[in-house]
């Protein structure tokens, strides 16, 4: 048998939350009576809308889609006023994150990851044959742009920014972003996929306008409540569509995607509905938690389990039926981390309790 | 701005067959009367099983599907007696390849592939950064297993085999896959989009088993009847199982698409009515068009328009509401050829009186 490349040989696969039949199974637990904080959905579930739309498609579950999505991007650059030649589409963000670095990366290129972050950005680069460098952020999360400025070199193909950060939650103000654009060659991709739940923040859309090295990445997994369909979209310069066409999958979303997310454009009732729901919980949840939590402008919260393991508060949830993400998964972030999707107010309820539970036994364990 | 790498630079966008929507707007006419005849769709649609799951999942629409398709895959290895370590899914065809490429292509290796041959082997090898070696089947477009072998060297990482071959229709015998997997070390991928429709043919399954360098790709596209829902599938070794998975998009197919495949699955009574049709059919069309005919084991047939042009024929068509697939943008094909997908009976009636109307007028034309 011949070899894999040697680069994707060296590459760990990448861990997902665990999901509610996995659980229920391991732990004994009825399925319905499992809460899901672990993978950062949509607590009010899709749109109506959208739900119609899937169902009302069916029938026509054997017709080939339309190879680009062009009625889809058409709505996504009119919902954001963006030219529709800058307006890309793909399966999920992932998909659109693969798509465009296979066409600009190849062996010995460098992407710049600051850490901690999202561990598909070094997946992606690894199965493309580059080199990721990594960064930190500031202790407080926030982008520290000289750390990223000196790991620049000739070599450097991309740089990945998240905002809000995954899986810390606080967002990188714009102008740290522009400082970044500004001083490279290198293509910048903004992840947005939470923007939508930040308070006051401005997108990195305004300098996809002004530059033509920033792409913004977005997603219709969270505010748009359709993670289950797989939609992911961007704005990219107009040099850089050209060439992501060339190397997008034919087909890349499927008919029944198309159709939910046409009708979740439609529905901005339960988009809006769904981001005030977020954020009002948000602040609920914070005040509430036993443990520290750091400040959020997505639809999940990053809780330091001092003086516990991440470890132990996540396995203790599951046997109480509730699935937080372990954030020991991620490059750097050791074992005192938990990301906790924000849910509705009684999920949010039943968390709270647990995690006092957790707590309280845990620092009765140690006086006795 | 960056440059894309070189080898991106080259790819021709891949053309895919004209949609419906496209020529009732270019040629005014009602989108209810076109026939589409252009994309080997399934023509009885989908299974009513699986129009039905795909209504049941749409309210859990906002959920993430499982990160790697297992309750699918499991389905699939249980109908075709596969051991779940061997089998793959991903977004059509198309996405099964892709990853299995990005796996082991790099830059400086090579693929094999006989033409005339679905062009989308040739794009995904440049965006490895390989370069693609074409060969030529023979003037009956068998495979001349000599023509692949002469050019094998030490780069020589992938050979494609498509059986039946697409567009044109014949099927590969089991015995030329085997003397080219046996021949050599590279991995042969043995696409068997159409072989459902195949009359007494071998699929390459037994030599999956058999060689740990034979892939076979499958699609629910076709004899399924879900091109809309973009899933494919493969079998393929189990050393390269693990680097696949490696380099996989998480959750590449949708919560809804999984809910559709497993439902078709589960509807073979729906899978054998399509099959049966299309060989009765094809029978049928084979007698009774006006124009040379190539032995199909698919559901399409491969047409010869001489004296006239591929794109004579086809823009006529379109006229008169018929969509048919000109064979000019497969590399090597000339000006000569057209796919025909197999239609109902009623849809294959009103192809015949087209076609037979299209070459009389040209006739008259030339002998005037």
Redesign the interface.
């Known amino acids: 048998?011949?070899k894999?490349?040697r680069s994707?040989?060296e590459?760990?696969?990448?861990v997902?939350?665990k999901?509610v039949?996995e659980v229920a199974a391991s732990y004994g637990i009825d399925e319905r009576s499992i809460v899901?904080l672990a993978?950062n959905?949509?607590c009010?579930?899709?749109s109506p809308m959208?739900?119609e739309a899937?169902?009302e498609?069916?029938?026509?579950?054997?017709?080939?889609?339309?190879?680009d999505a062009i009625e889809l991007r058409q709505a996504i650059a009119d919902r954001y006023s963006m030219p529709l030649g800058t307006v890309v589409c793909g399966?999920?963000m992932?998909?659109v994150l693969?798509t465009l670095l296979?066409?600009?990366?190849?062996?010995g290129d460098e992407t710049i990851i600051p850490l901690p972050a999202f561990s598909?950005y070094e997946?992606v680069t690894r199965?493309?044959?580059a080199t990721p460098v990594f960064c930190e952020r500031r202790s407080d999360f926030s982008l520290d742009v000289d750390a990223v400025l000196e790991k620049v070199t000739g070599k450097t193909?991309f740089i990945f920014i998240t905002s809000p950060n995954n899986p810390t939650g606080n967002i990188t103000s714009i102008e740290d972003i522009r400082a970044v654009a500004e001083a490279v060659?290198?293509?910048v991709f903004v992840d947005e996929a939470y923007i939508d739940f930040a308070e006051d923040a401005k997108s990195a859309l305004d300098l996809a306008r002004e530059f033509?090295?920033v792409v913004v990445g977005r997603t219709m997994?969270k505010a748009w409540?359709?993670?289950?369909?797989?939609i992911g979209f961007g704005f990219i310069?107009e040099?850089?569509f050209k060439?992501y066409?060339?190397?997008a999958?034919?087909?890349?979303?499927?008919?029944?995607?198309i159709a939910?997310a046409l009708a979740a454009l439609g529905d901005e009732d339960h988009y809006r509905r769904s981001v005030s729901t977020v954020r009002g919980e948000r602040r609920f949840l914070t005040g509430h938690l036993p443990f520290k939590i750091f400040p959020s402008d997505a639809n999940f919260l990053l809780m330091d389990t001092s003086p516990l393991t991440s470890g132990h508060v996540v396995s203790e949830c599951m046997k109480r039926g509730i699935i937080l993400r372990d954030c020991a998964s991620f490059r750097g972030m050791g074992d005192r981390y938990v990301r906790i999707t924000i849910g509705t107010h009684d999920q949010n309820l039943r968390l709270i309790d647990a995690l006092k539970a957790i707590r309280e036994t845990a620092v009765r364990g140690t006086e006795e």
């Open positions: 048998m011949i894999a490349r994707v040989r590459i760990k696969e990448y997902a939350g999901n039949e899901k993978s959905e949509n009010l579930g899709p959208a739900v899937i169902r498609a069916a029938r026509d579950a054997h017709v080939y889609p339309s190879v399966a999920g992932d998909g693969e296979r066409a600009y990366l190849e062996s598909y997946i199965f493309c044959g193909k060659e290198a293509i033509d090295n997994s409540g359709l993670a289950g369909m797989r310069p040099p850089a060439e066409m060339k190397v999958t034919p087909f890349a979303l499927s008919r029944i995607s939910a």
